[in-house]
């Protein structure tokens, strides 16, 4: 068993990966109690690999990620990896603004409670192979860095849920491109996020894409890396027009210039 750090950061991303010097026997591997898959790459039957999200609010603490399988007598064997998880330092922004920008009135709190309960539901479902191919890419042209992962905002007083993805700021039009293959499986306006393309990359992995202008795309559509799904907006609770990039892998909400730096 290897992983590609031993120690890491809230809202990282780990590779994994297990090798044997015979055929490898099924195997379940798992990481607090959550399966995480493990996959082939190309025709070496010895070797499998895994994509580990460490979730941007999981509690610092040493964490073991478990594989197990059945022997050929019956057996119930196992191994396990310690991986310690650390605390991130993550920006802290206090701004005092009118109370309609704190609390959405009952009307659009419905409608919030209803967008998260369909994003929950999409990301309940893990869909069982891969569908990327290569390298993730930038949802943008000619960028290579993108900040505000993980900031926290204390308005009125009041502590807000961190940022959960990248931003990208942009004029308003810019083209917007698929980080890779998959299939979409929501574009839609939300409350939140305003025009939002959620992209199926396989294993649990998906790439949000939120404020569009214009979406470019359809539920069931299959896209491939750079394929264009929309373009920079300011829809949604935002003050201004830039891309917001989220990275979700098995419900670990990850920062995505991560998966840019490293191929699954």
């Given amino acids: 068993m290897q992983a590609s750090a031993g120690s890491v950061v809230q809202g990282s991303l780990l590779l994994l990966k297990v090798q044997s010097k015979k055929a490898l026997p099924e195997l379940k591997s798992e990481w607090e109690g959550k399966a995480i ?8 039957p010895m070797t499998l690999h895994g994509l580990l999200g460490i979730d941007l609010e999981v509690h610092p603490a040493t964490y073991e990620w478990k594989v197990s399988w059945t022997g050929a007598d019956g057996t119930e064997l196992s191994c ?5 998880i650390r605390a991130g330092k993550f920006a802290t922004e206090r701004l005092t603004v ?27 479902t893990s869909t069982p192979e891969v569908l990327w191919s290569g390298k993730f890419r930038l949802p943008l042209k000619d960028v290579t860095t993108g900040g505000n992962f993980g900031r926290r905002r204390v308005l009125n007083g009041e ?14 039009g810019t083209p917007v491109y698929a980080s890779q293959s998959g ?22 992995i998906y790439t949000m894409y939120a404020h569009l202008s214009a979406i470019d ?19 949604g609770r935002v003050t201004g027009p830039h891309l917001h990039w989220g990275l979700t892998i098995q419900h670990a909400r990850v920062n995505g210039m991560n998966i840019v730096q490293r191929e699954p």
């Fill in 37 to 44: 898959p493990l996959w082939k790459e190309g025709a070496d």
């Fill in 98 to 124: 009118e109370n309609q920008f704190v609390q959405p009135d009952p009307e659009q709190q419905k409608r919030a409670e209803a967008d998260q309960k369909k994003m929950r539901a999409i990301y309940d």
């Fill in 183 to 204: 299939n979409v499986v929501l574009a839609e306006e939300l409350y939140y996020s305003g025009g939002t393309v959620v992209i199926d990359h396989g294993f649990g």
């Fill in 217 to 235: 795309a359809h539920p069931g559509d299959k896209v491939e890396a750079g394929t264009e799904i929309g373009k920079v907006g300011a829809t």
């Fill in 80 to 84: 396990s990896l310690p991986l310690v």
């Fill in 159 to 172: 502590a807000r849920s961190p940022h959960t993805g990248v931003d990208f700021p942009a004029l308003a």
